[in-house]
């Protein structure tokens, strides 16, 4: 089925310790982004790839670093997981039309003790 | 920081009636987008209005746009106990790359 594929859908962290979340999209698509879920929050943008090769900062970088290993891949890495990276971590992606919507992975549910 | 804001945080209403969720946001925008969210999935566009656009609709959906105030409805009629999520309005700037900055959600509960 098209759309993204987010690894893993669950993950007990303890502080310190490192991960890497995979996102993989087959729909051709450029642009490519990770966001973090909180309650009450919303949605926040953590870093996105614009395109293939290219990455950029969203509002809560902090303690994270990403990879845009080819157009289907987007990874996110913690490398020093902390209690305030608790969170529910969604990739998106969409065409390069500005005239529609995200496609959004399925979620990966982190909790870091 | 949020650009949309959702109001009422939370609505709770029975089957059948309508839903109406307000979303205000700060900035000039591109476009504005409504998504829904199942407990626990991931979010799924719904609608999409642009900032030249008044209203538009996508079956039981209606979204009204109105930039001078700097907010947007989403009305669904007819609700259904399978409607029952939380609602995010979005919003484009239309600068630089595209990124969209949502709001905090309205939790929509249909009562059967």
């Known amino acids: 089925n098209a759309g993204v594929t987010q690894t893993p859908k669950f993950q007990v962290l303890k502080t310190g310790q490192s991960m890497t979340l995979q996102c993989a999209q087959d729909m051709n698509h450029n642009s490519m982004y990770w966001y973090r879920q909180d309650p009450g929050m919303g949605l926040r943008l953590i870093y996105y790839s614009a395109s293939e090769g290219t990455t950029d900062k969203g509002e809560v970088p902090n303690g994270y670093n990403v990879s845009r290993l080819n157009k289907r891949e987007f990874s996110l890495r913690l490398e020093s997981a902390a209690p305030s990276q608790t969170s529910v971590y969604f990739c998106?992606?969409?065409?390069?039309?500005?005239?529609?919507?995200?496609?959004f992975g399925s979620g990966t549910r982190l909790t870091v003790v | 920081s949020q650009q949309g804001e959702e109001d009422p945080q939370a609505l709770s209403i029975q089957e059948g009636e309508n839903a109406t969720m307000n979303c205000s946001y700060k900035t000039s925008i591109n476009n504005l987008q409504w998504y829904r969210q199942n407990s626990g999935r991931g979010l799924v566009h719904l609608i999409l209005i642009r900032s030249n656009e008044r209203e538009k609709h996508s079956g039981r959906l209606r979204v009204t746009l109105d930039t001078s105030k700097k907010s947007s409805s989403l009305l669904i009629t007819a609700s259904r106990a399978a409607d029952t999520a939380s609602y995010f309005c979005?919003?484009?700037?239309?600068?630089?790359?595209?990124?969209?900055?949502f709001g905090k959600g309205t939790k929509l509960s249909v009562i059967p």
């Open positions: 979005a919003t484009d700037s239309g600068a630089g790359s595209y990124q969209l900055t």
């Open positions: 998106a992606s969409i065409p390069p039309s500005r005239g529609q919507g995200y496609t």
